[in-house]
Structure formats: C-alpha cells, structure tokens
C-alpha cells in the first residue's frame, strides 16, 4: 500500500480529539469523528504535515560529534549534519551508551525527556525511552512535575491532597450545567485550550456546556488580561487584572468576606486547618496591612467597588473557584493556586456539586469529565536504578552547575552532573525559557540524542538525530481515563523516508546492548498492544461487560467503555464526612496555611497564601508584561509546519495582539512586523491590534518553532516569533520551582530591518 492510494476512512486519535483518515488523489484527508459536537480544527494541520520537507528522513550525526567524539562542543546547534545507514548510527549510539554507563554511572544519563509526543498508549515516547533506559543502562536521571502543573504539582499535596484529584476527579461539566449559580474563573476557560487532552477526547463538550448552564442562570465570570479567554456562549462577564495579581485581587475578596461576616465560620471551623494565622494576615493584625478591596485594587487595577461588589455576590452562591494552569506558570505560581483553594473555603463551598474549587477546569479537555470504570493500560517503565531527579524545568540550571546545590520542596538538593541526554517525544526548544541559556546547556554534554519526527530547535542541537514515525505512520491505542472512547488506532500511512518507530529503534539498541529480552519481553508492536489490552477487557470481564478480544476491538475500530457515576471525588466524599473521609493532608484537613510549608523557612513560599510582589515587574525600559500563552492553531511546537497553523501566521511569523493605545503610542499599525525585546532576547512577530485586552500587555502565543537570527545591528533574535526567547528562566519558587514561562516584561517596536526569511522549517545543512 502506498500512501497515494485511495483507502478507506480509518479511525485515529490525538491530544486534539478522535478523527478518522484517508487518502484522496494523493492527498491526506482528515475527517473529525461524527459524535463530536465541537471538533478541533488542530487535526487539519495533518494533511500538509505528513510528507512536508521539515521531517526528518533519514538518521544523521552531527560532523562534529562524528568526527571528534562525544565531548563538550560549541558548535551543537550550528554544525552540518551527516547522513549515516541504520547500522552505523545504531553501532555508535550503543558503543556510546555503554560507554557513559561504564565511566560515569547511569546517573549520569538524563532521560527526563519531558513533551507530550503523540497519544498512543503503546508509542508514548517518554514512556519508550523511561523503559529502554532502565532495562538497558540501569536507569538515568528523571525529572519530576510537569510544564502544565510546576507548582501546583508539588504545593497540592501540602493543602489539598494529590494534583489530579482536584483537577481531573472532581466538579464535572455535567455537575456545572445543573447545579453552579457562579463559575468565577482565573485565567479564563478558554475553547482553543480545552479542546486538547492529553490522549484525546472523542467529544468536545465545553463550548454546550458553558452555553447551557448560561441559559439556566449560571453567571460565568472570566478575570483574565484577555477577553478572548473565554467563548461568548458563557454570556460571561470580564475584569481584567494585571497579570501576576490574582492573589491580591482574591485576598481583597476574602477580606471583604470576613469584615462582614459572610464567611462561612462552620465549614472553617470543622473542615479547615490554620484558619487563624491565615486570619491574621489577611486582616492586617500580623503585618499592619489589611488585604482589603482597597489594597486589592491600588494592586490588581480592578476598582475597589468592583471587588467589593463581587465579594458581597459570591457569598451564599454555589461558586466555584477555577485557577487556569497559566496563574501558575510564573513567579510565585503556588499562592494563586492556594489562595484559590483558600477562597473556595472562606465561601464554604469546597466539596459541594458544581461548586468549590477545581483547579484548571476549562483548560484541558480531560479535566471536568467523568472517570471511566474501566482503566487503560500504559507502557509499564521498569525499575529506575538511579534515585536522583530534578524538577523539570530546571534543566538548564543542572546542565550548568553540576555540583551545586538549589532548594526543593524542603530539600536541599544537589545537581548531578549530566554527560548524555536522551529525548524523544517533547521539545525543550519549545518549552523551556531562555532558549540563549539552553543552547548553551545543551553545549556542556559529551552527546545529546533525540528521537524526532522532524527538525526542531532540539533535533538541530542534537548530536544523533534519529527520524521516528508520526502517529498516522503506526498502529497504537487510543484512550484516556476520562473518555469513554477507545480507538483502534490504524496505519494511514506508511513511515515517511527511513523514519521507524521509537519502539523497534529502542529494541535494535537493546538488541546491541544485550538487552532486547528485557526491554521487549519478546513482544513486536502487535502483540503489545493485544498485552496491553488485556488489562482493559479484564475490566470489562470484572464488571460483568461484554469484552470483546483484541482482534475484534481492532476491527470494530472503537469502543466504548462504561464510566463510573462520578460524584465529586475526594472533595465530595471530604465534605460529606470529614472524619471518614479525610484529606491526605497533615491534618487531614484543608491546609489554610501549612506548618509544614512554614518549616522550611522559604521566603518566596511561606506558610500561608500571601502577596509577593514580583521580581520582574513592567519598569521603564520593559512597560508591557508579556503573556506567552497556549497557541490556537496548534498543541505546543507540534506540526507548526502544519496547514492550519501556517494559515494563521502573518509574513510567516507568529502573529502577537497588543492593545491599539500601546500600538499608536509607538507608531505600530495592523500587520506591522514587530520586535519584542527585553534583556533575555528578542523576536519578531507580526502585530494585531485588538481593544480586548489590557493596555499594558502584550500577547505572544508560544509554538513558532525557534528560528535564530540576526537583525540589521547584528542583534541576535528569534525571526519567527517563539516567546522562550523573552521568557526568564527562574523557577516559581524554592517550594516547586515549577516553570515561570507565561509572564515576563519586554518593549515591543516597529521592525523596519529587512525580514530574514524563516529557515525553521528547512532541513539543517547535511552532507
Ligand atoms: N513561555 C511558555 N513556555 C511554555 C508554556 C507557556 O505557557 N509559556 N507552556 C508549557 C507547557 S504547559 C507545556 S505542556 C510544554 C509543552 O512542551 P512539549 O510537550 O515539549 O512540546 P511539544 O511541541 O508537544 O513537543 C512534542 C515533540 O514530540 C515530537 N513527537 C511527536 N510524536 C512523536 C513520537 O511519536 N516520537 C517522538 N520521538 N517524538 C514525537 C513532536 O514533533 C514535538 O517536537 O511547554 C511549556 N512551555
Ligand atoms: N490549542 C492548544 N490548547 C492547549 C495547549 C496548546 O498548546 N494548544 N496546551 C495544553 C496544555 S499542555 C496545557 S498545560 C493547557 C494550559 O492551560 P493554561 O496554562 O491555562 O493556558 P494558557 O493559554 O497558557 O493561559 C490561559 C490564559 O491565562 C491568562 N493569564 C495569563 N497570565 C495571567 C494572570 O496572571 N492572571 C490571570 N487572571 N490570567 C492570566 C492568559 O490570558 C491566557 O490566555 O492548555 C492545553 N491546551
Ligand atoms: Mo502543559
């Protein structure tokens, strides 16, 4: 079968959303799947993805590296590349590993490999990796907490209990339509966000569900810089705080609250632990300050009668307190997600249906679901020999200062020194900040390997770069625990040039190493996939359920699995018990403040939610805060060389929105190209103007792939518009040290310098 032929529709998944596929006249047709109320228009970036000229076709070493060996080497990221036969580079790959492993130990391999790759069960590439590596090196050094949650992963446990049973099992949108008088959400509830989750949802429901419960009286309010971050069918109402100040703005709610006695003293007093010292901040008694609406405003930019309005509204409503992931990817990102927690309580609503606090319902489409009864299997990993880990984004600070120590979560920790990273699946060049300081980071490893399906920022800075197969090119499960839909997914394509699945690569590896028992338990992909299967039909025999073998789930091509009557989680069970059913907290209470936390003396998180003042805040020569946002035209940096999301870039630059008094102030008219700077870096972008937006922030989504350059001056800058240029690479606190990457403060000006053109998406220079 050649990939031009005309075949049937067959059914696929991804992190946007279930799809079938096929080809018409030589050309990839997609087709969303037909009970999808609200598809995403992400899968149209497919068609031209699948064959385009920025995938990588064949495994190719960097010159340097090949020549000279592993080592240190300056010229990662601006070297040629060679072309090398399968045999050869998997030799040299093996020869390497084996070669770290025995000088310097396991530890020091870092396998971290954060990204979100593809949504197959079986093909998820970090799980591939995690598992090649601890079957055959020993282990390697991992890394903890995500991208999405960096200091909400971590401070959750400490307050609440774990991060996915507030997020993931918890109100649903179901418990939102029938019961919610006020959804009161920080950082929005924005569609092209909740379209995504991370294994795929077969139906969209957020868009009827907002309209829905609208209808019914809900009031939906959005407090967020932007108003495009949430769907006109909420009816919502928006106040636009400065960003970073979320915790101000809800500490003057909650003061107004108690200096009028409309917190709900019962629900503190039996469910609540630490209410008093928190008290006493809030009312000024501890630091001479009240947090009232007043102080609030002088912070947020939100007027003082405005709030207090607000707070009196709250009181007696089923509310619920929704924090997006964005309020705390940046500097101090644990006090907006406690102090969220906190308001829900100070309102009493923790725990009721439809109300209370859900953090980061409304920006992944897997959050505010119902569970599914029966669960789907996942890559099992092996056993880690290596103990040592680091928060994930402090990537660069480890390649850099090996030896030193930094702070974590009441441990004071040390760096290990790395000599080889292994990635496949994710995109530092996307997702870290200060990309000028990762390029020099990833400069310090003797070999630097990643799996690609095409010609990131990463592959480029990589010494061994080997092509894998994209998600349409293999056959792989699709399922996630809140979605009742698993597909079967098949082949659409055939592996584009030399490119091979992460899996049988990994296998080849092991097979040199003498590791291939271990590593494939004797398993091709197929068989697998019928393995991991079974966990599922299991399920389905348990309950009772018709299970249908692994040979007729294929050929049905999808199934749909019973979910459980999810009635509010952890919280739900809390609040109707709390002696029977106590959160996993210290006191098993809720944490209004934390003797822990207290404990370990941090000054940038202390034991109670609090108002800290930035580090980074607009001056005079960086007055805008820069919002680095999700992009709506694609997931992360994925297929930015897409259909779809070439459609939306201007010049064939990102496209960034200011507000039009910014733009006039300095001579910036629509479609001007833009350049954005501060003292990290700079890029260009294409300039919108919109009134729907604070004056002091500009918008730049994240996901232009990073494409160096340098302007007329000799400047170095980012040509294409990726924001991890202008983002600082500081960690939200010594608590999390979670990624700071939605914020930070830059200048923007009319770029009048010839427009070099974007190489992003051109094959790096081979021979
Ligand atoms: N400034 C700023 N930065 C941010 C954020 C922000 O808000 N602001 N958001 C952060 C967040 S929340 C996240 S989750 C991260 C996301 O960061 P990443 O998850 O690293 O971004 P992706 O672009 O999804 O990277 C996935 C990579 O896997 C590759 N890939 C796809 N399929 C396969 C496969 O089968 N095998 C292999 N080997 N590779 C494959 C894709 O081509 C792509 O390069 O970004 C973070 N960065
Ligand atoms: N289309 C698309 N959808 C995605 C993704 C994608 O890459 N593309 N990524 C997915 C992933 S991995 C994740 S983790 C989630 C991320 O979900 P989020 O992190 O919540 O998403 P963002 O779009 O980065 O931010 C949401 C909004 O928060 C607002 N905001 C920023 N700073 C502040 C602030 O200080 N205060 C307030 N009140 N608002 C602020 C911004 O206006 C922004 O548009 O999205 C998921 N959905
Ligand atoms: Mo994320």
Redesign the pocket.
């Known amino acids: 079968m050649s990939s031009t032929d005309t075949i049937p529709m067959l059914p696929h998944t991804s992190h946007w959303g279930a799809f079938s596929a096929g080809w018409k006249d030589g050309r990839l047709q997609v087709r969303p799947h037909p009970n999808d109320p609200d598809p995403n228009p992400l899968i149209e970036n497919f068609p031209e993805a699948i064959h385009h000229r920025a995938r990588v076709t064949t495994p190719m070493v960097r010159r340097g590296w090949l020549e000279n060996g592993p080592g240190p080497d300056l010229r990662r990221g601006v070297d040629e590349f060679v072309a090398v036969g399968w045999d050869e580079v998997l030799d040299l790959l093996a020869k390497e590993l084996e070669r770290v492993r025995d000088a310097h130990g396991p530890g020091s391999i870092f396998g971290g490999s954060y990204g979100?790759s593809s949504a197959g069960r079986f093909h998820h590439a970090q799980s591939q990796v995690h598992r090649f590596l601890n079957t055959t090196v020993g282990g390697y050094v991992r890394s903890v907490n995500?991208?999405?949650?960096g200091a909400s992963g971590p401070l959750m446990p400490h307050i609440l209990g774990a991060l996915d049973d507030v997020s993931r099992r918890n109100v649903t949108w179901e418990q939102i339509v029938e019961h919610t008088d006020v959804v009161l959400a920080f950082g929005g509830m924005a569609l092209k966000n909740s379209r995504v989750a991370s294994g795929g949802v077969s139906r969209h429901v957020e868009r009827e569900s907002m309209q829905a419960a609208a209808r019914r009286g809900c009031r939906f309010i959005s407090i967020s810089p932007l108003k495009s971050d949430m769907p006109s069918e909420a009816a919502f109402e928006w106040l636009a705080p400065t960003p970073g100040t979320d915790t101000a703005l809800m500490l003057g709610l909650a003061h107004r609250l108690v200096s009028e006695g409309l917190h709900d003293r019962s629900f503190i007093d039996t469910c609540c632990d630490g209410w008093e010292i928190f008290e006493n901040y809030l009312m000024g008694r501890s630091d001479g300050v009240p947090k009232s609406c007043a102080w609030a405003a002088s912070i947020c930019g939100i007027a003082e009668t405005v709030l207090i309005e607000l707070a009196r509204s709250l009181a007696g409503k089923r509310t619920l307190v929704v924090i997006a992931?964005s309020l705390q990817r940046s500097e101090h990102g644990e006090q907006p997600v406690w102090m969220g927690a906190v308001l829900a309580a100070v309102l009493g609503q923790l725990g009721l249906p439809g109300g209370g606090y859900n953090y980061a319902l409304g920006t992944?489409a897997h959050y505010g679901k119902r569970n599914n009864a029966v669960s789907v299997a996942a890559l099992p990993q092996g056993t880690n020999g290596v103990e040592d880990f680091i928060p994930v984004a402090r990537i660069s600070d480890m390649l850099l200062n090996p030896g030193q120590p930094y702070d974590y979560n009441g441990q004071r920790r040390i760096y290990p020194h790395i000599r080889l990273a292994y990635w496949a699946g994710g995109n530092p060049f996307h997702?870290h900040q200060d990309l000028k300081q990762l390029a020099a980071a990833f400069r310090t490893l003797d070999t630097f390997v990643v799996h690609e399906i095409a010609w990131t920022a990463t592959a480029r800075h990589a010494d061994i770069v080997l092509p894998c197969t994209m998600t349409l090119e293999r056959e792989d499960i699709g399922a996630t625990p809140t979605d009742p839909l698993f597909v079967a997914m098949h082949r659409i394509a055939e592996p584009h040039g030399l490119a091979r699945d992460d899996y049988d690569i990994f296998c080849d590896l092991a097979r040199r190493i003498g590791t291939w028992d271990a590593f494939s338990e004797g398993r091709d992909t197929r068989q697998w996939l019928a393995h991991l299967y079974e966990r599922t039909r299991k399920g389905l025999l348990d309950l009772g359920l018709e299970a249908p073998d692994f040979e007729t789930f294929w050929k049905r091509e999808e199934m749909r699995v019973p979910q459980k009557d999810d009635d509010g989680g952890m919280l739900r069970a809390f609040r109707v018990n709390p002696t029977r059913s106590p959160l996993p907290t210290p006191s098993g209470k809720v944490q209004i403040s934390s003797a822990v936390i207290a404990g370990f003396g941090y000054a940038d998180c202390p034991g109670h939610p609090a108002w800290l003042p930035p580090t980074f805040k607009p001056d005079a020569q960086h007055p805008l805060w820069l919002i680095a946002n999700?992009p709506h035209s694609k997931l992360?940096s994925q297929l930015d060389f897409g259909g779809h999301s070439r459609s939306t870039k201007r010049q064939d630059r990102e496209v960034c929105t200011m507000h039009p008094a910014a733009a006039r102030a300095r001579g910036i008219r629509e479609g001007d190209i833009v350049r954005i700077f501060n003292e990290v870096g700079a890029c260009l972008a294409s300039a919108t103007l919109s009134q729907d937006m604070l004056e002091s922030v500009v918008q730049l989504p994240t996901g232009a792939w990073y494409d160096p350059a340098y302007d007329a001056l000799g400047r170095p800058m980012c040509a294409h518009g990726n924001p991890n240029v202008l983002t600082r690479d500081i960690g939200t606190s010594s608590l999390a040290q979670g990624c700071a990457g939605q914020l930070s403060t830059v200048q923007v000006e009319r770029y009048n310098g010839a427009l070099p053109a974007i190489r992003a998406f051109e094959p790096p220079p081979a021979r």
């Open positions: 979100w995500s991208y999405s949650a992931h992944l997702h999700q992360h």
